[in-house]
């Protein structure tokens, strides 16, 4: 059971918005930044979004993560085949003095 | 460009310790940042175990503090995982990160290509 909470799967077609949910609480995402990771098959994860909503360089416009409360949310819009991965939410919790993450969303692009 | 590279025993036995290696090149440790190790079972998802700065000061995942220590060579550049009695459970492909360490939360910026350890007799 993980700490922070994301559907198993999402599924789009290309060209289409979708979005992932992740669910915390106070002691993490209510008082710490979300970070977002995407897992290629067979790749090690990397980091998509910092600080709830940045970009590092080099990850397209279309990825783009939002946050409200103890929920935080992965947009990717003109989605694509080469989006179909393992998008993973992550946030410092204070009450466990440690780093949690999501379950992992499953994205299958259709 | 700053490359990670885990290393170690692909098969651990029951109860053993797992020990594995990061060796990191194109950036020297002693210059900051903490390093991290993460772990994924087959099939699942990700799983902090802990991180360290090149101090020496280091943070662990409360659930597996009790088994975990991690270490830092700064005349090796590299940094260090053990994981004593090891069970089935701990099969996993570990892999270790530079950490970005900020005031409310830290992140994973640069990953290693991962190491699968299982654990069996």
């Known amino acids: 059971q993980s700490v922070l909470t994301q559907p198993p799967s999402a599924s789009g077609t290309p060209g289409q918005r979708v979005t992932i949910s992740c669910s915390g609480s106070?002691?993490?995402?209510?008082?710490?930044?979300v970070y977002w990771y995407q897992q290629l098959p067979g790749t090690a994860p990397k980091l998509l979004i910092y600080?709830?909503?940045q970009r590092p360089s080099g990850v397209p416009d279309r990825f783009s993560g939002s946050k409200s409360g103890t929920s935080a949310s992965l947009a990717i819009s003109g989605l694509r085949s080469e989006d179909e991965a393992d998008y993973y939410c992550?946030?410092?919790?204070?009450?466990?003095?440690?780093?949690?993450f999501g379950g992992g969303t499953k994205l299958t692009v259709l | 460009q700053v490359q990670l590279q885990e290393s170690g025993p692909g098969l651990v036995k029951p109860s053993e310790t797992l020990s594995l290696t990061c060796a990191v090149s194109?950036?020297?440790?002693?210059?900051?940042?903490?390093w991290g190790w993460i772990r994924q079972p087959p099939g699942k998802g990700l799983e902090w175990i802990g991180s360290?700065?090149?101090?020496?000061?280091?943070y662990y995942n409360p659930s597996l503090k009790s088994r975990v220590t991690i270490s830092v060579d700064t005349s090796k550049n590299q940094f260090s995982l053990k994981l004593s009695s090891v069970t089935a459970a701990d099969t996993a492909v570990y892999y270790c990160?530079?950490?970005?360490?900020?005031?409310?939360?830290?992140?994973?910026?640069?990953w290693g290509r991962g190491t699968l350890v299982t654990v069996s007799s």
């Open positions: 106070s002691s993490n995402i209510g008082s710490n930044y």
């Open positions: 194109g950036y020297s440790i002693s210059s900051g940042y903490y």
């Open positions: 360290i700065y090149h101090s020496g000061s280091t």
């Open positions: 990160a530079r950490v970005t360490r900020e005031l409310l939360g830290w992140y994973f910026d640069l």
């Open positions: 600080r709830n909503n």
């Open positions: 992550a946030a410092w919790d204070d009450s466990l003095s440690g780093q949690v």
